[in-house]
């Protein structure tokens, strides 16, 4: 039985390949839209109830933005389905307004033995490092800042590198209260986080909209706390790039996330 995240609170529908999710505040940001996390994390589950398959790989584009209380509905496609691998397609709207599209990859292939080539990066462990500082302004709570416990591990982020600029490794100790991180739709919520790093590469406020994320699972066995090894890459006419690992506490490889953000500040305030 594939695992759910009960956070969402995703709801079928009399079709087995449409889904609704309301758009609570629980699951959105501070500045009243969907927290992009939440939307991948939809996508996620939907697609795995659909297709009965356990998600590999999925890469969401985001087209517009649901507020809170929107109800934001999913509708999966199924354009392969073969006797161990699907490829799925999710296409969200509200009101018949698209939101983002997700493209997928399922299997069920016997897992055999695993591997993972990377090295965890050699930090204290989560209950030796601060919590992370509020990034913003806004007041996070009731949002869902409230569903995620974060502490750093290397590094500067947020508002401590504004005007002294992220060198070197950054990472990350991250949990979700009450629900380990493993399965795809965990690891997806946990790792949207890319354009708070390539912020603090530059040295601004931080502040920035997703285009897309790819999350990429390895090893869905679940852990209590994981570490983000996030790397912000490349900056270029606003946009922003960078990818990340989530390592377990025991030192395995969970997955890997690469995104692409419009980097904005002029919503925060310093």
């Known amino acids: 039985m ?4 009960d956070l969402l609170d995703l709801q ?18 501070p500045f009243g839209f ?11 589950e939907a697609a795995e109830r659909a297709t009965g398959r356990p998600l590999q790989w999925i890469t969401t584009q985001f087209i517009g933005t649901p507020v809170p209380d929107d109800i934001v509905d999913l509708e ?14 999710v296409v969200a709207s509200v009101d018949g307004r698209p939101m983002f599209t997700s493209l997928c990859a399922h299997t069920e292939r016997p897992s055999g033995d695993g591997a993972h080539f990377p090295t965890m990066p050699e930090v204290p462990p989560p ?15 009731g949002t869902f800042f409230d569903h995620l416990e974060r502490r750093l591990a290397a590094g500067k982020i947020a508002i401590d590198a504004i005007d002294n600029a992220q060198t070197g490794p950054l990472a990350m100790w991250c949990r979700i209260p009450d629900h380990r991180i493993g399965s795809a739709a965990t690891q997806a919520f946990v790792a949207d986080i890319i354009p708070l ?11 920035g909209t997703s285009l897309d994320n790819t999350v990429r699972v390895i090893d869905a066995d679940p852990s209590e706390w994981v570490l983000l090894d996030i790397t912000a890459e490349g900056y ?13 506490q025991d030192g395995r490889l969970l997955g890997t996330a690469q995104q692409t953000c419009i980097i904005r500040t002029s919503h925060h305030t310093r």
């Open 34 to 44: 969907l927290y992009g996390g939440s939307g991948i994390a939809a996508s996620i």
């Open 12 to 29: 079928p529908t009399d079709d087995a390949l449409r889904f609704r999710l309301h758009a609570s505040k629980q699951l959105c940001t």
């Open 236 to 248: 270029h006419r606003s946009i922003g790039h960078g990818s990340l690992r989530i390592w377990s």
């Open 197 to 207: 790093a390539v912020c603090a590469a530059l040295g601004v406020m931080p502040g």
């Open 2 to 5: 594939l695992p759910t995240f």
């Open 76 to 89: 999966v496609s199924l354009p392969a389905h073969g006797r161990a691998t699907t490829q799925a397609q």
């Open 127 to 141: 209950d030796e490092c601060p919590s992370m500082s509020e990034p913003f302004a806004a007041v996070p709570a």
